[in-house]
């Protein structure tokens, strides 16, 4: 079936730098992937669309020059979180549906994300 | 009121059991309904897809769809403590479009 490969599963970082998550599909094209953000026992909250080759669209609440997000290639969204603080803190999950046979999205094996 | 309601639960359950999880929603342009598997600290695993009303069955997991009633359900057979999870619904009115999620319902399979 379809795989969504994302990297790192965990990050820790001072606060203040940035951190970058890529999340690719491994065996299929992705016009379209989604970023999610889950804080424990949660449900999982969707903070923007990452649409290959164009801006990516945020969801209200979501500052975007915070969370850039970079879909350069039908395979390949990341999410660059700059200027970290403790608040975003949290575990970061990414999306991605078939472009061409459709079905279900996949989700990556997410990133958890520690600031210091 | 939230556009998909979903049963916190936690539901405990022995193993061997039929599990049944369930969503209601109130937007009846959603077509495409989904269920998620999620272990703690892993991604969501899709489990089942469905397009609009009726059954659907694999393996030890069958879906259900009433889009007349708004309402969806996920059963699962034979139930094992590998199936302890949070297990969630999500849908959406288009092919493609951003997944509407339930708040997930925790399930425990007691050996």
């Known amino acids: 079936g379809a795989v969504v490969s994302q990297h790192p599963s965990w990050v820790i970082c001072k606060s203040g730098t940035s951190v970058k998550i890529e999340c690719r599909s491994l065996?299929?094209?992705?016009?379209?992937m989604f970023w999610y953000r889950q804080f424990p026992k949660q449900s999982l909250m969707l903070m923007a669309t990452?649409?290959?080759?164009?801006?990516?669209?945020?969801e209200q609440g979501v500052e975007k020059d915070k969370f850039l997000i970079n879909h350069a290639s039908l395979t390949l969204s990341t999410l660059t979180v700059t200027s970290a603080h403790p608040e975003d803190s949290s575990f970061y999950i990414c999306?991605?549906?078939?472009?061409?046979?459709?079905?279900?999205?996949?989700f990556g094996s997410g990133t958890r994300l520690t600031v210091v | 009121q939230k556009e998909v309601e979903q049963d916190p639960g936690p539901l405990s359950v022995p193993e061997g059991a039929i599990v049944s999880l369930n969503c209601t929603y109130s937007?009846?342009?959603?077509?495409?309904f989904m269920w998620y598997r999620q272990y703690s600290r892993k991604g969501p695993e899709l489990l089942m897809y469905t397009y609009s009303s009726g059954n659907k069955e694999d393996g030890r997991f069958t879906a259900q769809v009433d889009k007349s009633s708004k309402y969806i359900s996920l059963f699962i057979r034979d139930s094992q403590p590998s199936d302890s999870a949070t297990y969630l619904c999500?849908?959406?009115?288009?092919?493609?479009?951003?997944?509407?999620f339930g708040g997930g319902t925790r399930l425990m399979v007691k050996p």
């Open positions: 999500a849908m959406s009115a288009r092919a493609g479009n951003m997944l509407t």
């Open positions: 065996d299929f094209q992705a016009t379209t």
């Open positions: 937007n009846s342009a959603f077509q495409y």
């Open positions: 999306s991605a549906r078939d472009s061409i046979t459709g079905g279900g999205y996949t």
């Open positions: 990452s649409n290959e080759g164009s801006k990516a669209t945020y």
